[in-house]
């Protein structure tokens, strides 16, 4: 799924259907198209060892530097009203967690729909554009394994950045605000088209 959907959102973006992306991410509509398409490609690869009891995938290492190249040109009130809300989502998910008692973030279903809609949930209520909302939820993530490796390494060997199931619940995520987006951009639109035809038919 992680190499499915950056794809399908390049082909969607490529053919014109999610148009809003650029100005939401703040992104070239070129740039995007690459970045996506890199992700989606490197993610077929396996992992590269960054020490001896360290592995991290790829694509999320891409993610990771998109994620910082979106948070530099925050400024500084904006900044740190992000980072308290990715720090409050990520003990969030720690918490809930270590209710479900799983060793990995990811490995329970139910504890990946539950990040989901939390995710969600936090993303939609805190930020307006998606360029926020995607900081937010990858940032909520990264404190959340960040954690959880910090407190399980000695039971994980070798670690290996995301754990099972992140980036498939990241992306899932990130599609459905994208969704979402895209229905309340359009709202405005509809309700002028209904405004106009009414109007039309009242004539």
């Known amino acids: ?14 053919t014109g ?6 100005a939401q991410l703040e992104i070239t509509k070129q740039y995007m198209i690459i970045y996506l398409a890199i992700i989606g490609c490197i993610s077929l690869l396996p992992p590269i060892s960054i020490t001896s009891s360290v592995d991290i995938q790829l694509d999320y290492l891409f993610l990771f530097f998109l994620f910082i ?11 740190a009203t992000l980072l308290s809300l990715i720090f409050m989502l990520g003990s969030i998910l720690f918490l809930f967690h270590e209710i479900f008692g799983n060793a990995l973030i990811g ?5 990946q729909w539950v990040t989901i809609l939390l995710s969600l949930g936090e993303a939609i209520v805190s930020a307006i554009k998606l360029k926020e909302q995607f900081c937010l939820v990858f940032g909520g993530l990264l404190v959340t394994q960040g954690v959880l490796y910090y407190l399980y390494h000695e039971r994980i060997s070798p670690l290996v950045f995301p754990g099972i199931g992140v980036l498939d619940t990241f992306w899932i995520t990130t599609v459905i605000l994208i ?3 895209g229905v309340q951009l359009r ?15 009242k004539r």
């Open 1 to 14: 799924m992680s190499t499915f959907i950056p794809l399908v959102i390049m082909i969607l973006l490529s």
């Open 107 to 111: 490995r329970s279903s139910v504890f």
């Open 179 to 181: 969704v979402l987006k």
């Open 17 to 22: 259907w999610l148009t809003f992306l650029p």
């Open 69 to 79: 190249y979106l948070l530099k040109d925050t400024s500084v009130p904006q900044l």
């Open 187 to 201: 709202i405005p639109i509809i309700q002028k088209n209904w405004r106009v035809a009414y109007w039309i038919k």
